[in-house]
């Protein structure tokens, strides 16, 4: 699903007009995104929790050459997922018949 079918499913489930939903999703990001630049977490609580991370400076290598490339510290943006969207994949009735649900 890109950023256009969300506007148009969160349109019609929320029965709202395409300009409104896009309006709402727009103020949803831009929150998000808000809290994520002062490296404050997101959790919306049930679906899942936005956070900033550190990755570590580290060694890598150029894919074309082989040599030993630095690659910098840097800071990136994790997703934990929470538990109704890991059962939306996990049950979605397609799961192997063996696995159960959790209680």
């Known amino acids: 699903m890109n950023k256009a079918q969300l506007i148009e499913q969160v349109a019609a489930r929320a029965e709202l007009s395409q300009a409104m939903a896009k309006k709402a999703v727009d103020a949803f990001i831009d929150g998000i995104k808000a809290s994520l ?12 929790r936005f956070e900033t991370a550190r990755r570590p400076a580290r060694v890598g290598r ?13 800071m990136t943006v994790k997703f934990r997922a929470g538990k109704a969207p890991k059962d939306a994949v996990r049950f979605n009735g397609e799961a192997d018949a063996k696995t159960k649900p959790r209680k």
């Open 37 to 48: 630049s002062t490296h404050t977490p997101v959790a919306l609580v049930g679906f899942g």
């Open 62 to 74: 150029d894919p074309r050459s082989g040599k030993p490339l630095n690659i910098p510290a840097a």
